[in-house]
């Protein structure tokens, strides 16, 4: 057992014990001055903490503080009613800070017992509810804020972790501490009834069994009362003043000394003017003109001292900035910063700084944090961090996509207007300006506000700017995501699943496949759009197959086979019938033919001639779907497939490639047309 945890043990065991066993008045002196000097410790500690999670024990400290002072309370109590003698602290309490009389003792702790329980503990009862409250409500606001900060790079995973653990400790900080200030006040009731008790039982011990006279036994009994209330109440006062000050405690930063000083004391025009103030006072009226002249000579010295500090700062200020601006000058350029590119980049002009000012009401960082929830569930891969950022070399309302640092889509809104689009029923034409829709560069209209709700009622499909951007940029990342897989990504998945899945893992890496090879396979899917989330079944396929061959682009086909219902799901919706267009067997042995091996894997060698007639085909059969409103999907034999896909994925980069072995059993498919030569 730790010693800590030991001498807080022994701490409580002490005040459950004192409550039950009679102490002698040595062995109380000894506790009544631990007990005064904890309440010092306590007090000065919540006074120079730089932050309020600095004492996040503190509600403990309080409930375990006033238990062991109710027990002293008690014991005391029982030495005054048995023997009249309390002990030397009780004794010089009630004598020395009472004055040794009966009414001075009486209205000092009367006044004591007031301000603790009418000014401190009101007060710090009611700071603590509210920002109990006022934590609480802003949580949402606090957590938004990390994950806005996070998104655009700012701050980093483990920073946002640190930030949102001490928003929760903050919030259970305020909560825990207006429930204990209760404690205080209860504290303080207690003492006055305590004290009460004591000096009614005790001018009656001393009348029946001292033999006092009634003014002998109430003088006697009210100084020892009195010393007992007060040695207890000092105490409960500090813990009071030290739970106010730390309730409203402001700065998180600074010392609270300074930050008082600096606050006070920094403004010299403030105190040139209280420094006359008490000057005019001493000469003009009857107070004494000595001590006001003197306090107002003391102010209007300080303020001019504080003046010249001012003024020498400003001075070192400005030499110190020449300085730097001469050592930047003289320095070479440090051009490591330089080398970093980000993943993904969101660069826009001025004119849609508004959109990403969330002091404007812009929400884009929001939807940014949306955007790689989405593509987390849809897809099962983590999106790298997405950097906003302006630039003034591009248009006003223009805004590109780059992708390592590399340009890979752009477009560009009007900022007051809302993009109409018709989903090919409506037949009635609103004006407008003609555009298209940067996604999936359909023919749109720029529209006025005045418009909007006309052309939502016409049938129109009616978008905001934001969710423009934010749409072409999940379609961008979307058909990136394979490119953004790095190593260490699929090493953070790996680990995900590790401890649920102990043997798979310790099989399959690094065994059979390493990181890289794992981390091709799962590209090759991204690639084509299929989800990543069922690690465990791709896992599971992989640890089969590996052991007999190592080519990532087989290992594929086989994980493809496995993931037939999400390929099934995807791409057929069920209880439907689906149109799709085969591939003739004779193209079929014409491709694998052509195929040729290597070690570094297999490549097509197919002659020009041929490739052209396949592609024309297949244009041809795509036209027929897309005429009929349906996805360009195209059925093959497994061992095709790939290679079926690596040929056309060059002229068609939205044509669907499935092999026989990827589609479940209950999909339903109508064949309209065949990819011949």
Not at 225 to 238: A, F, N, W
């Amino acid at each position: 057992m730790k010693k800590s945890d030991l001498a807080i043990g022994l701490y409580l065991l002490a005040a459950i014990i004192f409550l039950i066993i009679p102490m002698n008045s040595t062995v109380l002196d000894m506790f009544l001055a631990l007990n005064i000097s904890l309440a010092m410790v306590i007090l000065f500690n919540a006074l120079f903490a730089k932050e309020i999670l600095q004492m996040s024990s503190f509600p403990s400290i309080i409930l375990f503080t006033t238990i062991f002072r109710i027990s002293l309370n008690v014991s005391s109590t029982k030495l005054i009613l048995q023997s009249g003698n309390p002990g030397n602290v009780v004794e010089t309490f009630g004598q020395f800070v009472g004055g040794n009389n009966l009414v001075i003792g009486a209205i000092v702790f009367i006044i004591l017992i007031l301000v603790q329980f009418m000014v401190i503990n009101k007060g710090s009862e009611r700071v603590a509810e509210v920002s109990a409250r006022f934590t609480l409500d802003a949580m949402p606001g606090k957590q938004m804020a990390i994950d806005a900060d996070l998104n655009t790079g700012a701050i980093t995973d483990e920073e946002a972790k640190h930030r949102r653990e001490k928003i929760q400790e903050e919030a259970s900080f305020f909560g825990a501490m207006d429930g204990a200030t209760k404690y205080v006040k209860g504290d303080a009731v207690a003492g006055l009834i305590i004290t009460v008790i004591n000096l009614i039982g005790g001018t009656a011990m001393g009348m029946l069994y001292q033999n006092l006279e009634f003014m002998d036994a109430i003088q006697k009994y009210s100084i020892l009362t009195i010393g007992d209330g007060l040695v207890s109440q000092i105490p409960s006062l500090m813990i009071s003043l030290a739970t106010g000050i730390l309730v409203t405690k402001a700065s998180k930063e600074a010392d609270f000394g300074d930050l008082l000083v600096n606050q006070l004391f920094s403004i010299p025009k403030v105190l040139y003017l209280v420094g006359g103030s008490m000057v005019l006072l001493g000469i003009l009226t009857p107070l004494s003109d000595l001590l006001f002249i003197a306090y107002g000579l003391v102010f209007i010295i300080s303020g001019r001292a504080i003046a010249a500090k001012f003024e020498e700062k400003a001075i070192e200020d400005e030499v110190s900035m020449e300085e730097i601006s001469a050592d930047e000058i003289r320095k070479p350029e440090n051009v490591v910063s330089l080398l970093q590119v980000d993943p993904i980049e969101l660069e826009f002009g001025y004119g849609i700084i508004p959109l990403a000012d969330t002091n404007q009401g812009g929400d884009l960082l929001d939807r940014v944090v949306l955007i790689r929830r989405q593509i987390a569930l849809e897809l099962g891969c983590i999106v790298p961090m997405i950097r906003l950022r302006d630039n003034i070399q591009l248009n006003p309302n223009q805004y590109i996509i780059k992708i390592k640092g590399i340009k890979v889509s752009e477009g560009e809104i009007l900022f007051d207007h809302y993009m109409a689009m018709n989903p090919g029923y409506v037949e009635e034409e609103i004006t407008g300006i003609p555009t298209f829709e940067p996604s999936f560069h359909l023919p749109a209209i720029w529209i006025t506000e005045s418009q909007r709700e006309r052309a939502e009622s016409l049938g129109y499909t009616v978008v905001d700017p934001p969710s423009i951007i934010a749409t072409h940029l999940t379609e961008v990342v979307r058909s990136h995501i394979h490119e953004l897989l790095t190593r260490q990504d699929v090493q953070n998945l790996v680990n995900n699943i590790q401890e649920a899945n102990q043997t798979l893992i310790s099989e399959l890496v690094p065994k059979l496949l390493n990181i890289g090879e794992i981390q091709k396979v799962l590209q090759n899917l991204l690639r084509e759009g299929i989800s990543i989330r069922d690690l465990v079944t791709i896992f599971e396929t992989l640890a089969d197959y590996a052991s007999t061959t190592r080519d990532t682009d087989v290992l594929t086909e086989y994980v493809r086979q496995s993931l037939k219902r999400t390929i099934s799901s995807k791409y057929f919706p069920a209880n439907e019938m689906t149109s799709v267009v085969t591939l003739d067997p004779k193209v079929e042995q014409e491709i694998m033919g052509s195929v040729k091996q290597t070690e570094q894997g297999a490549y097509l060698s197919l002659d020009p001639a041929i490739t052209k007639e396949i592609m024309e085909s297949v244009q041809a059969e795509v036209q027929k779907l897309q005429d009929l409103g349906r996805n360009p999907i195209i059925i093959t034999s497994p061992i095709v497939r790939m290679y079926f896909k690596r040929l056309t994925e060059d002229y068609f980069s939205d044509l669907i490639v499935v092999s026989y072995n990827e589609i479940d059993s209950n999909v339903e498919l109508q064949s309209v047309g065949m990819v011949t030569i």
